[in-house]
C-alpha cells in the first residue's frame, strides 16, 4: 500500500542521511587532523599536534569554526595554557628568584 511504501522510502532516507553525516565527521577530522600535522611540521615538533585552542582558549574541534586570519595555538594534548599569563607567572617567578638572591646576599654581607 501507499502509506508502507513512504515508510520505507523514509526509513532509506534516513539511513543514507546518517551515512552522509559519518562521511562528512570523517572528512572534518581528517581535515582537522592534516591540519594539526602541518602545524607540527611547521613548528618542529618532534611530538605529533594533538589539540587545537582559539586566542580565548576554547578547543576546536572542527574545522568549519575556523575562519581566514584566526589565529590558533597547537599543543601535542596539553590543556589550554593562556600564552599571556603563563608569560606574567613566569616573570614573577623570575622576580622572587631574584629578591631570594638579594636576600641571601645580604645576610651573607650581615654575617
Given at each position: 500500500?501507499?502509506?508502507?511504501?513512504?515508510?520505507?522510502?523514509?526509513?532509506?532516507?534516513?539511513?543514507a542521511l546518517r551515512r552522509l553525516g559519518d562521511q562528512l565527521e570523517q572528512r572534518q577530522t581528517e581535515a582537522l587532523n592534516?591540519?594539526?600535522?602541518?602545524?607540527?611540521?611547521?613548528l618542529g615538533l618532534t611530538v605529533p599536534a594533538r589539540r587545537l585552542f582559539n586566542r580565548r582558549g576554547k578547543e576546536i574541534g572542527s574545522l568549519a569554526k575556523l575562519k581566514d586570519g584566526h589565529l590558533v595555538w597547537v599543543t601535542t594534548g596539553e590543556p589550554w595554557v593562556d600564552p599571556h599569563t603563563s608569560k606574567t607567572h613566569k616573570n614573577r617567578r623570575?622576580?622572587?628568584?631574584?629578591?631570594r638572591n638579594r636576600v641571601?646576599?645580604?645576610k651573607s654581607y650581615f654575617n
Open positions: 500500500s501507499y502509506s508502507r511504501a513512504s515508510r520505507r522510502s523514509g526509513g532509506t532516507s534516513d539511513r592534516a591540519l594539526l600535522d602541518r602545524c607540527a611540521g611547521a623570575q622576580q622572587i628568584i631574584d629578591m641571601e646576599h645580604m
